[in-house]
T-cell receptor, first 111, second 113 residues
């Protein structure tokens, strides 16, 4: 049972435009959500997180939105840069339990 | 602070052999989790340790085992290797048990021939 799903395996955007990465979940008990970025041959790097008591969290060019009624999470990157090209994973956790990851979305930012 | 370190970075084994992977968490972190990443499968949770105790275990066969030492370093062992065990094995550390944010090491790339 895939409780966290990233339905788009890939996304391509132009440099300077907005990148929107989406994530859906099925477990309504999830109360903490994270986004990680992963380059080839490296471990995932923590980007940004959000607690279920919030609906938005911002950190520089990265903003995460949480829509609990729709069980939907999104990451906005504005403006997108070529260095943002990587695989992005969303993850979720029920307090006191382990992280569950999505399958990842390959983002390509074209110069 | 130094990040999470994993050794070795690359490993080639043959079917039936066993392998031990090592992870040193960020200084001061006491929680260590292990994940397996294969193409198209995302990150699959293996197990999580805190204070030398296994707190959570994923849906992997008993051939996969781990342990954590008093200095928070952790090892993962896979016995009787199968071709399907070829993957990137990632270790992540956190400050506390069930910590919200985990920080990953670079991974160990295991190839089973």
């Amino acid at each position: 049972d895939q409780q966290v799903k990233q339905n788009s395996p890939s996304l391509s955007v132009q440099e300077g435009r907005i990148s929107i990465l989406n994530c859906d979940y099925t477990n309504s008990m999830f109360d903490y959500f994270l986004w990680y970025k992963k380059y080839p041959a490296e471990g995932p790097t923590f980007l940004i997180s959000i607690s279920s008591i919030k609906d938005k969290n911002e950190d520089g060019r990265f903003t995460v939105f949480l829509n609990k009624s729709a069980k939907h999470l999104s990451l906005h990157i504005v403006p997108s840069q070529p260095g943002d090209s990587a695989v992005y994973f969303c993850a979720a956790r029920v307090s006191g339990s382990r992280l569950t990851f999505g399958e990842g979305t390959q983002l390509t930012v074209n110069p | 602070k130094a990040g999470v370190t994993q050794t070795p970075r690359y490993l080639i084994k043959t079917r039936g052999q066993q392998v031990t992977l090592s992870c040193s968490p960020i200084s001061g972190h006491r929680s260590v989790s292990w994940y397996q990443q294969t193409p198209g499968q995302g990150l699959q949770f293996l197990f999580e340790y805190f204070s030398e105790t296994q707190r959570n275990k994923g849906n992997f066969p008993g051939r996969f085992s781990g342990r954590q030492f008093s200095n928070s370093r952790s090892e993962m062992n896979v016995s009787t290797l199968e071709l399907g065990d070829s993957a990137l094995y990632l270790c992540a550390s956190g400050e506390r048990a069930y910590t919200d944010t985990q920080y990953f090491g670079p991974g160990t790339r295991l190839t089973v021939l």
